[in-house]
């Protein structure tokens, strides 16, 4: 057992440098960095705190009083920061690596994403590695179906909030802004499902727990379908004062921009929408399936 714990000591030291060299790499480049990158340095900044406090209990050996497994909120935190890296690394590389030029910011720029890169490899193998290690013991909420549906559901919203987090592309319009809050709203409902199963909520309600499951998703899945249709309507359509060419917006047309232009943030956004609601819709069927068919 201590050799597991030396082991989990490991891979929190190098999860700690990896977030921290990544948030230090990316605020050492100064101003002009928009909102994708602060949203990546807030992730980065948010997994390192997290990181630091269970490595100071683990080297306490202080068990707090919580209403949930240990070992669940371990295996849960570490494949939630696994997903919230991954955004991360895809949403710098994608939105500013490639608009910079050749040179030193460039290549501090990449160093960051490799870090985070490194960072999103260490809290998958720290899953892992839990997952072996109480296998047989515990029960893990991500490693059912319904769990990795909600992981992709949270990796999806989390690259959708990188983007929103510029008001430019939603404040214009109510139907826009409604949007974001759906994207809000299912995001905190997917939550509150998560800390329900981390508690073991569902030994007090059996039978009205997947039920309650099931709404929570069809409510998303009606919610998103709103957004998928109000999103793309509201930003390309002339008649409801979008723009439905990526020539007539002024920002894809800089041969100096520093990052991803208006309108292809504003695309990338109704992409995501689509995705997340095939998501939700799988896992939908998935609940249904297991109320009304399974038994």
Known sequence: MDTDRVRLCVYRLLQLFSTCAAFSLVASLGTGMGAVSHWSMFIWCFCFVITLITFMVQLGKYQPSLPFSGKSFLFTYACLATVFCLSASIMYAIT???????????????????????????????????????????????????GLFKLLETLVACIIFAFISNTYLHQHQPALVWCVAVYSICFTLGAVAMLLKLVKFENRLHTFFPRFLLGQTVLSVLLYASALILWPLYQFNQEFGGQPQRSSDVSCSDELASTLCIWDQKLTVAILTAINLLIYVADMAYWIHFIFIRY
Request: aromatic content about 22%; glycine content about 4%.
């Open 96 to 146: 500013y690596i490639q608009f910079l030029p050749h040179g030193p910011f460039r290549d501090q720029a990449t160093a960051a994403t490799a870090f985070s890169c490194i960072a999103c490899v260490l809290y998958a193998l720290e899953a892992a590695f839990l997952w072996l290690l109480f296998l047989g013991e515990t029960t893990f909420y991500f490693a059912t179906i319904h």
